[in-house]
């Protein structure tokens, strides 16, 4: 398998060496040169295999032969092997033909762990054969950065920091990446939002001699092996639901696009999804643009789901190649009109095919504890402010006959303000997490400035280096 920048100017490398890369150094994502396809037989040879195995299997053809089978599958092992459930990705019944997929059982209690478990040890795996180490920089609009820094801390050839915005995310998420005091780790409270923290993150790549000096390398969901790790749970859930021989449906709470766009890569290697629900929250461009394509900036509003208080989705730009016929010019240019306008020229075709799969879903705060409070009531069900979002979108826009699965990204308990207010109910923490609130707190205030960060960046690595 190999793999091609959507910006055409970047080497084309193969899965190791996109793993190491992280973002192209034309800016552009990497994504497969040609799509791995399954038929009806291979799907239904993945029912009932343990989900660890499962992943193994569909994560394979984008490996291709940069690991062995073997390896990989031990990798997919121990990276779900502490999950809270038996199921690792149960689904739960909360309507007729609504289902809600619960990806918050890792170590950090997001969704971000099913990848960042898998990442951390496809880090330590490839660097070690490679003798190599790197630096990875990532920015957090709330959960990112947690599990990154769980899969991250304490390894010998990673050293991490992660950016993200002062006083933006809940105090869980904070608390759950700052109170991590390995030595391989920093955190980085910038003065701004998480687009912020996003543009830094691309700057750094952007500075060649700083990225070559580094080793930089990424785990945010620019990162293609991020995605790719996301594709088996979509695959678990539409299984369970009787695909490959009938069709499904996702509705996903959705800030940097990364987690749709593995359904959507679900759906490209010959699953059968029949809708594709983007939710968002009051930072609603994905709605503006599914809608009547409006790809436009407005400033970032801070919400009760910090997780998707996002103006600008990075993996935007990776559909935006295939609705373009991976036309990588056109991508390019339409990427840094939106740059340095503000607003993304998509055209009305490529705009018209994007819509008729995925359609867009906006619910603001008031909105959101509404959904929480009337799903707890009808159900004794609790959803934290993203997963109800999902719940509600999914609930606003069927897919009449079609079983749709609502994505729950997050545990109740990394928002428990916004639970309580809804509902009445303060979810507690689980067990191994009972005391966060008492552990000691470690990072730095830094303004939005490059030079600023950077030269935290390079402080933290040149230490562990030496």
């Not at 010998?156 to 993200?164: A, G, K, Q, S």
Request: net charge neutral; glycine share 6%; charged share 20%.
């Amino acid at each position: 398998m190999r793999y091609v920048s959507t910006r055409g100017q970047a080497p084309v490398r193969d899965f190791s060496g996109v793993l190491l890369a992280g973002l192209a150094e034309d800016g552009g994502l990497y994504v497969p040169e040609t799509w791995p396809s399954l038929s009806h037989t291979d799907w239904r040879a993945l029912r009932g295999l343990p989900y660890p195995e499962l992943a193994a299997r569909v994560i394979q053809p984008f490996v291709g032969t940069s690991i062995p089978f073997a390896t990989l599958q031990r990798l997919c092992r121990e990276s779900y092997a502490g999950f809270g459930h038996p199921a690792t990705v149960p689904l739960v019944q909360l309507d007729h033909d609504l289902f809600a997929c619960e990806l918050f059982h890792g170590p950090t209690l997001a969704f971000k762990d099913m990848a960042m478990q898998l990442l951390g040890r496809l880090f330590d795996h490839v660097l070690t054969a490679q003798d190599r180490r790197v630096t990875i920089v990532g920015a957090t609009s709330g959960d990112t950065g947690s599990a990154a820094i769980e899969a991250c801390a304490n390894r010998d050839r990673v050293d991490i920091v992660i950016l993200h915005p002062q006083g933006r995310t809940s105090e869980v998420q904070r608390r759950q990446m700052t109170t991590v005091l390995a030595p391989n780790v920093a955190n980085v409270a910038v003065d701004g939002t998480f687009d912020d923290c996003q543009d830094l993150v691309k700057a750094m790549f952007a500075d060649a001699p700083f990225r070559a000096e580094l080793h930089l390398s990424a785990v945010n969901s620019i990162n293609w092996a991020r995605v790719a790790a996301q594709i088996p749970y979509y695959v678990a859930a539409a299984l369970a639901l009787g695909a490959p021989d009938r069709d499904v449906a996702f509705s996903v709470p959705t800030g940097n696009f990364g987690n749709v766009l593995a359904a959507w890569a679900a759906r490209r290697m010959g699953l059968p999804i029949a809708r594709l629900v983007v939710g968002s929250n009051r930072n609603d461009i994905l709605t503006r643009f599914l809608a009547s394509n409006d790809m436009s900036v407005r400033g970032v509003e801070p919400s009760l789901s910090p997780s998707m208080d996002i103006q600008v989705s990075s993996n935007f730009e990776r559909l935006l190649f295939e609705l373009l016929d991976r036309d990588p010019a056109a991508t390019a240019a339409a990427m840094a009109e939106f740059r340095a306008r503000g607003q993304m020229p998509v055209p009305v075709p490529a705009w018209q095919r994007a819509a008729k799969l995925f359609h867009g879903f906006a619910l603001d705060d008031e909105g959101t504890l509404a959904e929480i409070r009337r799903l707890h009531a009808a159900t004794g069900y609790l959803a934290d402010p993203h997963s109800a979002i999902g719940i509600a979108a999914a609930r606003a826009l069927p897919c009449p006959g079609v079983p749709i699965v609502a994505m729950a990204t997050a545990h109740p308990a990394k928002f428990p303000d916004a639970m309580e207010r809804a509902t009445g109910c303060r979810p507690p923490l689980p067990s191994r997490l009972a005391d966060l609130y008492e552990r000691v707190e470690r990072y730095h205030r830094a303004p939005n400035d490059l030079a600023a960060i950077e030269a935290l960046v390079r402080a933290t690595a040149l230490r562990n280096a030496a």
